[in-house]
């Protein structure tokens, strides 16, 4: 798989999770501190790669580890 396949993946699982919790990509936005909703919309669209500190939030913030987010042979709870 290349990079760019696994950026857009992890954007198809961070809509899962954000759409799994009836949240708004502006709500999202600001539970992860990201001033822009449209940020996270390029995260979820695959156009925008978060850095660690972002990841590491994201994981954080759903309760699943990085590995969940990165990986396809983890599952998301």
Do not use: C, H, N, W
Not at 21 to 45: C, D, N
């Amino acid at each position: 798989m290349s990079e760019e396949q696994r950026i857009q993946r992890l954007g198809e699982k961070l809509r899962a999770l954000r759409e799994g919790r009836g949240m708004s990509t502006r709500q999202l936005a600001s539970q992860l501190g990201i001033r822009s909703p449209g940020y996270v919309s390029k995260l979820e669209t695959g156009k925008q790669k978060p850095g660690l500190g972002l990841l590491l939030k994201m994981a954080l913030f759903f309760d699943i580890s990085v590995d969940q987010l990165l990986r396809d042979d983890l599952e998301l709870d």
